[in-house]
């Protein structure tokens, strides 16, 4: 039921920096890293019926297993146990390798739409699917008032989900120039500087409280902030990667004493072939263009440790490193 591809175009994640730097979801030794790619089918097994050697695939950095019962139950993200969908540098070496493994094969892989920019599939695999997750966690509806806080690649594509969702105001936070040109351009209507002050003080000082607030950066304070801004029935996603402390902090008052109907969903981004392929099909219609988070490109497998190191240093310019192989 499995492949073997060979990887075309890589990035590296925020996550990789928090598994080798931060040791965040615990010690793993001897793991090859990364969960993004785009590849070419090298070889298949025998019971592998949509995929042949030689197809280029969008690879999901989640490849649940299909048939477990977490995914009959409809978080296949977590198919074997908590987040054991994500396997890639987690559970078995990962992408950044001469060749790498696919569990599932026709439940985990997708053709590459043809004509697609490899900087854009590559974007499918992660950035996407979490920023646009955030965005599905949080319930966006049309009309809603959005805080996105984080405008890394993941919380720019935040941004864009939660535009193509029908939020109003989407207030941006974030202070990267780059990072904040692009949000603009994908929809953001209101920057949030956090270097200038409290984010829930400016938040609500322009809104008097938002519908939804999707997290996809922060501190230990965020979920602090984020209860404070959120009106109530509203609702938090957070897509965030929480990689210190051992406790979350709710205020209690902010909350309504714990009766506020403020919620909060947070999430593994879903893998799996439709959501690929659907995902893909925002970018082949022009709905979608993720190619633009992409900031530094490298070529070659010696490319990969630049492109890790830039991630873990995050330069003014950076949003998103790619690469090509
Ligand atoms: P980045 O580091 O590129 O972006 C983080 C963003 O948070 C930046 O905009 C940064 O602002 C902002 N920020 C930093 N500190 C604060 C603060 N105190 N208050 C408010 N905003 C702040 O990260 P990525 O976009 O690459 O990734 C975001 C997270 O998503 C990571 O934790 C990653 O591990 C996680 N992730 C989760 C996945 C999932 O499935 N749930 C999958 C993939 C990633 P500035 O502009 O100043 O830098
Ligand atoms: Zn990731």
Redesign the pocket.
């Given at each position: 039921m499995d492949a073997i591809c060979r990887p075309i175009a890589l990035a590296p994640?925020?996550?990789d920096i928090?598994t080798v730097w931060s040791g965040s979801i615990g010690e793993r030794f001897d793991l090859v890293l990364g969960h993004e790619a785009v590849g070419e089918v090298v070889e298949v097994g025998a019971l592998v019926r949509d995929f042949k050697p030689g197809d280029r695939v969008l690879v999901a950095?989640v490849t649940p297993d299909w048939s477990s019962r977490e995914a009959q139950a409809g978080f296949a993200m977590h198919s074997g146990g908590l987040l054991g969908g994500w396997k890639f540098s987690n559970s078995k070496d990962g992408v950044f390798a001469e060749f790498f493994h696919v569990n599932d094969a026709d439940g985990n892989l997708a053709l590459l739409p043809a004509g697609m920019d490899l900087a854009a599939a590559c974007m499918l695999s992660?950035m996407v699917s979490?920023g646009l997750?955030g965005v599905e966690l949080a319930g966006v509806e049309f009309g809603d008032t959005v805080a996105v806080?984080?405008?890394?690649?993941?919380?720019l594509m935040s941004v864009a989900g939660a535009a193509i969702h029908g939020a109003s105001e989407i207030y941006a936070?974030?202070?990267?120039p780059n990072?904040v040109a692009l949000a603009r351009e994908y929809g953001a209507t209101q920057i949030i500087d956090?270097h200038v002050g409290d984010?829930a003080d400016q938040i609500l000082a322009l809104s008097g409280g938002v519908d939804r607030v999707i997290v996809?950066?922060?501190?230990a304070k965020?979920f602090v902030q984020a209860v404070q801004m959120v009106k109530p029935g509203g609702c938090i996603g957070n897509?965030?990667?929480l990689?210190e402390g051992d406790h979350v902090i709710f205020p209690r008052l902010e909350w309504g004493c714990g009766m506020g109907n403020k919620s909060v969903h947070g999430?593994?981004?879903p893998g799996g072939r439709l959501r690929m392929e659907k995902l893909a099909s925002l970018v082949v219609t022009g709905r979608l263009d993720p190619a633009r988070l992409v900031t530094h490109r490298f070529t070659g497998i010696e490319g990969v440790e630049q492109a890790v190191m830039l991630m873990k240093d995050?330069p003014s310019d950076l949003i998103k490193p790619l690469v090509l192989l």
């Open positions: 994640c925020t996550s928090h950095a992660d979490t997750y806080v984080g405008i890394g690649p993941v919380g936070v974030g202070s990267r990072c956090y984010i996809a950066g922060g501190d965020t897509v965030n990667y990689d999430g593994l981004m995050k």
